[in-house]
T-cell receptor, first 112, second 115 residues
Framework: AQSVSQHNHHVILSEAASLELGCNYS??????LFWYVQYPGQHLQLLLK??????LVKGIKGFEAEFIKSKFSFNLRKPSVQWSDTAEYFC??????????FGAGTTVTVRA | EAGVAQSPRYKIIEKRQSVAFWCNPI?????LYWYQQILGQGPKLLIQ????????DSQLPKDRFSAERLKGVDSTLKIQPAKLEDSAVYLC?????????????FGPGTRLTVT
């Protein structure tokens, strides 16, 4: 079974700052990669996903992620965060069995 | 469209008691998932249904947890008897079908506290 590691437990930054959240996984085969977000008081929802093709994936709300196969990484980025990006972010991986394995999550707090 | 519905939203019970959670997936979604999310961790899959059949229950503690989806729509997850370590948020999700291409839609979760 694959494992997923998220580098930061809690990130605090100011509006307009750039954000990068790290995600590494352990599985060596073909993987599908996801970032989910949970805004305060809301459901977990899909932010973006990668299956194949261009390793730079663009998602909703200006987020993007880059798949680097050699580093087993799928880092999430946003060039300029807003207060409304305050949320918990989860990286998830699935392989051939399509079962999602989640990281522990990173809480992002954006200060106005 | 209506999202995944779960009830109750919160539940507090004493250890050794039993508890049940209910999930109504998005209409037309064949695949239903139950996850357990312990504080400070990501969701962990407990069981996956395809229509009313179990696809994967390898991480379900079967000595105390059970789940069913009798008519291929609603599902219930039961814990009997509960232990302190079962305190967690129980998430239900559904997808149109099984497979990585199909997005999983999550419900609001049921927060269980076992005292």
């Amino acid at each position: 079974a694959q494992s997923v590691s998220q580098h930061n437990h809690h990130v605090i930054l100011s509006e307009a700052a750039s954000l990068e959240l790290g995600c590494n996984y352990s599985y060596g085969g073909t993987v599908n990669l996801f970032w989910y977000v949970q805004y305060p008081g809301q459901h977990l929802q899909l932010l973006l996903k990668y299956f194949s093709g261009d390793p730079l994936v663009k998602g909703i709300k200006g987020f993007e992620a880059e798949f680097i196969k050699s580093k087993f990484s799928f880092n999430l980025r946003k060039p300029s965060v807003q207060w409304s990006d305050t949320a918990e972010y989860f990286c998830a991986v699935s392989s051939n069995d399509y079962k999602l394995s989640f990281g522990a999550g990173t809480t992002v707090t954006v200060r106005a | 469209e209506a999202g995944v519905a779960q009830s109750p939203r919160y539940k507090i019970i004493e250890k050794r008691q039993s508890v049940a959670f209910w999930c109504n997936p998005i209409s037309g979604h064949a695949t239903l998932y139950w996850y357990q999310q312990i504080l400070g961790q990501g969701p962990k899959l407990l069981i996956q249904f395809q229509n009313n059949g179990v696809v994967d229950d390898s991480q379900l503690p079967k000595d105390r947890f059970s789940a069913e989806r009798l008519k291929g729509v609603d599902s219930t997850l039961k814990i009997q008897p509960a232990k302190l370590e079962d305190s967690a948020v129980y998430l239900c999700a559904s997808s149109f079908a099984t497979g990585g291409l199909y997005e999983q839609y999550f419900g609001p979760g049921t927060r269980l506290t076992v005292t």
